[in-house]
C-alpha cells in the first residue's frame, strides 16, 4: 500500500526525534554506567557480568590515567594492610616487594577485621617504641603520611576530571556532526566510568585504613590515659576531610 504524502512525513518526523533523543541520551546520561560496555550490563543503578573495572573500556591509558592508579593503588587494603602485617611478622610485601601479599602473610590477611588489625597496629608499636610518645609520635607520622598521599591522589583524580572531560566533550561533538559512531561514545564513557571506579576503590580503602587508625587511638588512650593525643587526632581530622573529597570528587566523575 503507497503512504500518503502526510503519512511519510509523520514517519520521517517520528524517526528524527527518535534519533535525537537517542543522541541526547548518549550524550547526557553520564551520570549512569554504560547501559552495556564490553559484556556488562546496568540493570536499575545495579552493574552486572563483564569487568567491572574497566566498564569495556578496551584502549590506552593515559599517563595521568596510569598516575591515578598507581597512587590509588595505595589505599587498596589488601596493599596497607598486607605492609602493617607484614611489618609485624617480619615479612617485606605489599607494592615495595611487588609480592603476593596473602601468601606472603600466610593468609593471615583474609578476613581480617578493622579492629583486629588496630589491635595489631598498636602492639606492633609498642613493640617497637618503649616510650610512649615515641608510640604516639610514630602513629601521627603514619596517619600524616596517609594525608600527603590522599592529598596526592586528590590532585591525580583532577587532572583526570579534566581530561575526562575534554575527551568526552570532543567525541559528543563528533557524534553530533556524524563524524564519530555510538560505539566509540560509548567506549568513552566507559573509559571515564573506569576511572572513577578507580577512585572509589580508593576511597573505600581510605576510610577502611581511616577507621583503623581511629580503632588505635582509642586503644592506645585507653592503655595511656593521660597522654595527650590532640596531635594524632588533628591528623586523623585532616585525614577524614581529605577522604570526604576524595569521595565527593569520585561521585562527579561520570558527570564529566
Known amino acids: ?24 541520551g548518549l550524550e547526557t546520561h553520564t551520570e549512569r554506567p554504560p547501559a552495556e560496555v564490553g559484556g556488562r550490563f546496568s540493570i536499575g543503578g545495579f552493574s552486572f557480568g563483564g569487568k567491572p573495572d574497566t566498564f569495556g573500556y578496551e584502549g590506552e591509558l593515559s599517563p595521568q590515567e596510569a598516575a591515578l592508579r598507581e597512587q590509588a593503588r595505595k589505599f587498596d587494603r589488601t596493599v596497607w594492610q598486607g605492609m602493617l602485617i607484614g611489618a609485624v611478622v617480619g615479612t617485606a610485601v605489599g607494592v615495595a616487594a611487588g609480592g603476593d601479599t596473602e601468601d606472603a602473610v ?18 606492633h608499636m609498642q613493640e617497637r617504641y618503649a616510650n610512649k610518645e615515641d608510640q604516639l609520635d610514630a602513629m601521627i607520622k603514619d596517619v600524616r603520611n596517609s594525608n600527603r598521599a590522599t592529598e596526592t591522589l586528590i590532585a591525580d583524580v583532577k587532572t583526570v576530571i579534566e581530561e575526562d572531560r575534554r575527551r568526552l566533550s570532543a567525541v559528543q561533538k563528533r557524534v553530533a556532526q556524524g563524524q564519530a559512531s555510538a560505539k566509540e561514545l560509548e567506549q568513552e564513557r566507559g573509559r571515564v566510568w573506569g576511572n572513577r571506579r578507580v577512585v572509589e576503590k580508593a ?44 569521595d565527593r570528587l569520585a561521585t562527579g566523575m561520570a558527570k564529566a
Open 203 to 246: 576511597a573505600v580503602g581510605g576510610q577502611d585504613q581511616y577507621r583503623m587508625f581511629e580503632g588505635a587511638i582509642q586503644r592506645f588512650q585507653k592503655q595511656n590515659p593521660g597522654v595527650k593525643t590532640t596531635g594524632f587526632e588533628q591528623e586523623l581530622k585532616s585525614y577524614r576531610n581529605n577522604l570526604a573529597t576524595l
Open 1 to 24: 500500500m503507497m503512504l500518503q504524502p502526510f503519512g511519510r512525513s509523520a514517519i520521517l518526523m517520528a524517526t528524527t526525534l527518535m534519533l535525537i533523543a537517542c543522541t541526547a
Open 106 to 123: 600466610g593468609g593471615a590477611i583474609i578476613g581480617a577485621s578493622v579492629g583486629a588489625i588496630a589491635g595489631m597496629y598498636v602492639a
